[in-house]
């Protein structure tokens, strides 16, 4: 069951939503909504989609809304406050799960932007995931690796991500998993099964493959 929260982040609270399962934890994920400027929200069926995923193989899961969306105080300020957000949020998880347990970030299109900036900054975290990055609108030359765990994933009909770009992203980055979903948009519809299929195989990189329910075979992705 998800649990209301409140992250505070200076002088302003975030809503966010977690969710500890229960058997044993094998680690924790905070997941960054799209663009809050276009109606993105932590109750985005991407964002929850990928909740649900990563809850089955027992990872802490904590969504939020960015500042100024839903009940979250402060305004939008274009990237730059948001990434205290999810710094905040970090700190949060970390406090509910420990310091043994791995962390890991995973965004969704304006959400993998801010996200991973932060997560790329953060050794503690372990593993991060870009969700439809919007390549053709925003710079990622900040993604480096190899020290984390990287997924990228889109779909092949995605115009704010094309399939080469994502492609030549990974390439730059070692160790990087890339999905490419068949017939796919930027918003996944029809496709959100897939897509989480993609999401928790990458799971079983970071948290081993022992840990975590078996997943259905086909992923419905090419890469």
Known sequence: ???????????????????????????GIVICHPHPLYGGDMSNPVVT??????????????RFNFRGVGRSGGVYSDGEGEQEDVLSTLDFLQGKIGTD???GVAGYSFGAWVGNRVAQRE??????????????????????????????????????????QLRALAGRVPGTEVKVIEGADHFFFGKLYPLGQAVLSWTRLW????????EAAGDGSSG
Do not use: H, W
């Open 101 to 103: 347990l791995p962390l």
């Open 123 to 164: 050794r503690r975290v372990r593993a991060l995931a870009a969700i439809a990055p919007p390549l053709a609108l925003r710079d990622f030359e900040f993604l480096k690796g190899p020290f984390q765990i990287t997924l990228l994933v889109a779909g092949s009909e995605d115009q704010y991500c094309p399939a080469d």
């Open 1 to 27: 069951m998800e649990t209301p929260v409140n992250i505070t982040v200076g002088p302003i609270s975030l809503e966010g939503s977690l969710t500890m399962p229960g058997g044993g934890l094998t680690g």
């Open 49 to 62: 989609r990928v909740s649900e995923v990563c809850e089955a193989a027992r990872l802490a899961t904590l």
């Open 207 to 214: 948290v081993g493959s022992a840990a975590i329910p078996g």
